[in-house]
């Protein structure tokens, strides 16, 4: 249990330091290196909440999944909120997830517009998933 908890921590801590990553990179006008950060912000918040609910996260990189997954856990209250922020940002997830495997594989340029609605739907899905 103590090395769930911390692994939870560590996942938190590493999500901070990207998404304050991703903050400086958009400053800087690094956007395709923005779009990634992010990415890994929300995967390692989500992972790090699925975690915080007793279950260990699955080896995915798909934010939608783990999204998803949290739904499934969530109190009923919670869940329909969850559903509808996986409906609000269905293409920004989607896009997330193309900043994952575009950051490995494939070049894809990503906007200042682009990742400015990924910061924003990023810090909201982590606001109510919190």
Known sequence: ???RKDEEKSLLKMS???L???EYQISRAF???TAFSLEQALQLFLKAKVLAEGVDYPRTHSVRALLEMLSDLA???KKSRME???EKYLLELGTLEDAYI???YVMRGFTEQEVERLAK???EIMKIVS
């Open 31 to 33: 956007y395709d290196l």
């Open 102 to 104: 575009t950051s490995r």
């Open 121 to 123: 739907a990023v810090k």
């Open 75 to 77: 109190p009923e209250d």
């Open 16 to 18: 901070r330091d990207f």
């Open 1 to 3: 249990m103590a090395a």
């Open 84 to 86: 509808e922020i996986l």
């Open 20 to 22: 304050e990553t991703a």
